[in-house]
């Protein structure tokens, strides 16, 4: 099915809430689980709260994105706006090319996340990927390095810290243990750092 098609049947059904294009396929999300839905929530307050203290950004989610023939439905989106200089655009009432970074929570659509749409967003030029694999309670985070993903690792009290976003800061145990505060707490010293205040400065001149 194109892309254009996908769309204008979409637009039929008002009541369709999920449902996604890669590859010419159409998929329907699948029933979600509690454990899933926690997850996810937590993931957009943590991305909500950087957005909150850094200008110029946005946070998206379930929000249907133009990608060439595609149109993914990233569970979670962060992206510079652009009129701060992002890579991304509005085309209509859709997100069209590719945030600076997206959070999948991977559970009944792992081989999905790791496999289409990951290389969709490779592709696309999405710079960060974080999936959230929920049975093996395990964050991968990548960057693009060259022409495919990089592995961005932990440091030694188990951190995450974003290159794209500075003072983007996960504290990886915290999250799976839904220790929200300490997922917080963690961030906040990360939106403490000196990377974070001059990224902010950056952006706050560029949508000056």
């Known amino acids: ?78 992206r510079i706006l652009p009129s701060f200089g992002g890579q991304s655009r509005d085309e209509g009432p859709y997100l069209a090319d590719a945030p600076e970074l997206i959070v999948e929570v991977a559970a009944s659509s792992r081989a999905r996340d790791l496999g289409p749409k990951s290389q969709l967003y490779l592709k696309s030029g999405v710079r960060e990927s974080v999936t959230a694999l929920v049975e093996e309670e395990r964050i991968l985070w990548r960057e693009v390095d060259g022409y495919g993903w990089r592995d961005i690792t932990a440091d030694g009290a188990g951190i995450l810290r974003s290159r794209v976003f500075p003072g983007l800061w996960l504290d990886e145990a915290a999250m799976w243990r839904r220790d929200l505060a300490q997922v917080l707490d963690v961030l906040g010293q990360g939106m403490a750092s000196a990377e974070h205040v001059g990224f902010a400065q950056s952006l706050a001149v560029r949508g000056g």
């Open 1 to 78: 099915m194109s892309r254009d098609e996908f769309l204008r049947r979409w637009e039929l059904l008002p009541s369709l809430k999920h449902a996604q294009l890669l590859d010419g396929i159409v998929y329907r999300a699948s029933p979600v689980s509690t454990n899933h839905s926690s997850l996810h929530a937590n993931f957009v307050i943590w991305l909500g709260t950087y957005m909150a203290r850094t200008p110029g950004l946005e946070t998206l989610t379930d929000g249907t994105t133009l990608m060439g023939n595609d149109a993914p439905q990233p569970d979670i989106a962060l």
